[in-house]
């Protein structure tokens, strides 16, 4: 175990990835991959942007049926081609990858669309909507031998990162359960809270804890339409043996975004709101006393109380190393930081959830597929 300031005296653990090349005199010697976006709303903007300012990648193209967004779009990217024709875009030769950023209902059949027309495809998460949808995915991108990658962001923050090597590092111990509370007033999505916020909590622990969700269970309530859950809380299993309970909803009269992680030897808050300081680790815990008397009055544990330290975080904005690394990944062939595989795990406890959610909180199993996208049953962690 690595003491808590040699840690952040390194500063090594801290990023994101070192494999990430992000030198624009490296860029320069090789032509930048193409890129078509293909949706313009909410998330759509944040993508292109970031597209645009990569010096991997160069916009040549948005896909968009939507004439208003397409004008907007075109004043922001002038002399950027846009379509409305999906297939005629995913024709053109010239495309070397899509980026999808269309609701989660579509992303199945334009992902599959894409991957079979030779692209290499980023898309917003989640991955797909079922969790076979998204084994289908990782099969045919393996048939296709391109990439295929979920748009996890959270996978890229510095914040995000920091905890995740506190954990790897095992400067936490063994960690005994997490709690995440993502709550705001709004926004509306007809496909209900679970697919709109869970993963990116699905994600991080995913990504924090290396291993697999073995079983779901959700209560929710539904407010204002029966069909729609504004509030859900999500109770998880790891392989790994660490709990975790997540909080969402819509209905919270401010916006929160924090995360407790409790481990043998430190306890960590990660709160995404928290501005300069979104880590805090403390020296805090409960130690067993092997001298004391083994009475029910006296349980042989003794309080520990330690500093609390506010690690630097270096700033980088998730998104543009996200795209970095879907860059990387194209010219050399390695595995994302946010896999399909991640991706795939992310779905199927999304889908464990909601299907908890309507069986009225019983205990669902993830479905589980192999690293090829084929289904290994349900009793497999």
């Known amino acids: 175990m690595q003491p808590v300031e040699q840690v952040i005296a390194t500063g090594t653990p801290w990023t994101s990835g ?11 010697r090789r032509r930048a991959l193409r890129v078509c976006v293909v949706g313009y709303g909410y998330w759509g903007p944040n993508l ?3 597209v645009a300012e990569a010096p991997e990648l160069e916009l040549v193209a948005l896909c968009e049926r939507d004439h208003a967004r397409a004008g907007l779009f075109l004043q922001r990217h002038p002399g950027v081609r846009v379509h409305d024709d999906l297939e005629r875009m995913l024709a053109d030769p010239t495309v070397d990858a899509i980026v999808v950023a269309t609701p989660p209902s579509t992303h199945y059949a334009i992902a599959a669309a894409a991957i079979r027309a030779g692209k290499h495809v980023l898309v917003e998460k989640p991955l797909a909507t079922t969790a076979a ?33 506190m954990i790897t590092n ?3 111990g063994e960690v005994y359960f997490v709690t995440s509370t993502r709550m705001n007033l709004g926004k509306y999505q007809p496909d209900g809270v679970i697919r709109d916020l869970a993963p990116h909590d699905l994600s991080m622990l995913v990504h924090w804890l290396g291993t697999s969700v073995t079983q779901v269970h959700a209560h929710g309530r539904s407010v204002f339409h029966a069909a729609v859950p504004e509030t859900a809380f999500i109770g998880l299993g790891f392989a790994c043996g660490a709990t975790a309970n997540v909080q969402l909803s819509w209905l919270a009269p401010r916006k929160m975004r924090q995360t407790v ?8 808050i990660y709160d995404d709101t928290a501005g300069d300081e979104p880590v805090r680790v403390f020296d805090r815990g409960l130690d067993v006393d092997e001298s004391a008397p083994p009475t029910f009055g006296q349980f042989q544990l003794t309080y520990r109380t330690g500093d609390v330290i506010s690690p630097r975080i ?4 998730p998104l543009a190393l996200e795209l970095a ?17 991640l991706g795939l795990e992310v779905v199927a406890a999304m889908e464990a959830a909601e299907a908890s959610l309507a069986a009225g909180g019983a205990p669902i199993v993830p479905a589980r597929f192999d690293a090829d996208g084929h289904a290994r049953g ?3 962690a």
């Open 314 to 317: 270096e700033a980088a904005e």
């Open 18 to 28: 070192s494999a990430l090349p992000r030198s624009p005199l490296s860029a320069r």
């Open 48 to 50: 292109t942007r970031n």
């Open 170 to 172: 095992d400067v936490l």
């Open 378 to 380: 349900r009793d497999a």
């Open 133 to 165: 949808e998204a084994a289908e995915l990782i099969r045919l991108a393996a048939d296709e031998d391109v990439v295929l990658m979920p748009g996890h962001t959270f996978v890229y923050s510095p914040a995000v990162n920091a905890v995740r090597s």
């Open 325 to 341: 690394d879907f860059a990387h990944c194209i010219r050399t062939g390695a595995t994302p930081a946010s896999s399909a595989q």
């Open 261 to 268: 992680v409790v481990g043998s030897r430190r306890m960590v």
